[in-house]
């Protein structure tokens, strides 16, 4: 079975600093003519799970202006275009920002597509369980406000059933502890 | 602390099919200034976990415009706007559609948030582990091609290794089900 849309014609709609947006006119496989598709384009990002030498998860609470509302997640962030050390570098840049612990070695658990329907954002999920707190470390961003938190699995569990923790990504750091410390 | 960014200005930047594009101008809290904030509103959607009579989970195979590529997933898709049932009719709607399957019961596993930094798209993810096979069926939508695998919970934690599984929600499904079954 032939499964690829080809593209006929792509008219980009914006270009922002964290996505660029595109509308495809595509060509459907197997004769079944046209269709269009709305497209976002984003460079990726990371998020860690961060176990401190308490055996506390570390997350981070902040607002989200797509949802209005406050959420409690792990520590993330966007790649920066051509970041040196890619990926991994990210990660623990994000993480010495946002708490001011490093790693010396990170180990990765998914990469994976957040809205795949829609939207092309990949996102590497690592662990960090051998933290080491960073002397002067990097400032956060200046826009950013956050408040730190260090919760045991039972309580990142509560959090998950009360709502406060509600993205994909800390819900998925979360399931893999569950299912490593079974 | 004070989280809350207010709105000072929305600029509307794209109205699609499928999401709503935005740019605000925020004034931040604590006195922090002004940022920006490019948002995607979109109506939410659902994804469910089916597992066959026999055991196996219910996989759609299908071509993802925004990743130039085949992706292997749960059996998914958008919310209608005021869809009489909300949430679990659009949930049997497309098990019915995708699979040809319906079910007497399903079971909420996660409300969440995909891509939280810069989109508001809300996915209910269910469980459907009570199939029962639909004499005749829903077609499914013209524009999409798809292909129906069932698997093992071995055989979907290879297909997420080997990358083919590399969506979030499916993931996080296949991860519920690690949890259940140890």
Do not use: W
């Not at 990142?156 to 009360?162: P, V």
Request: charge should be negative; charged fraction near 30%.
């Amino acid at each position: 079975m032939d499964f690829e849309e080809k593209t006929i014609n792509r008219k980009e709609i914006f270009k922002g600093h964290i996505f660029t947006v595109a509308v495809d006119d595509v060509e459907l496989p197997n004769g079944l003519g046209q269709s269009k598709r709305e497209l976002i384009f984003h460079n990726g990002g990371v998020g860690v799970l961060a176990i401190t030498p308490e055996d506390k998860i570390i997350l981070v609470k902040q607002y989200r202006k797509a949802i209005e509302a406050t959420s409690i997640e792990i520590p993330a962030g966007k790649l920066e275009v051509g970041e040196a050390g890619g990926e991994a570098a990210a990660a623990l840049r994000e993480l010495e920002e946002e708490t001011g612990y490093t790693s010396p070695k990170l180990t990765l658990l998914h990469d994976f597509y957040s809205a795949i329907g829609f939207c092309n954002e990949r996102l590497r999920l690592y662990m960090a369980d051998n933290l080491v707190k960073v002397e002067n470390p990097r400032p956060q961003d200046e826009d950013e406000v956050i408040e730190l938190m260090e919760v045991t699995l039972a309580e990142a569990l509560d959090l998950i059933a009360s709502g406060e923790i509600c993205d994909a990504k800390t819900i998925m750091a979360i399931q893999h502890l569950q299912i490593i410390r079974k």
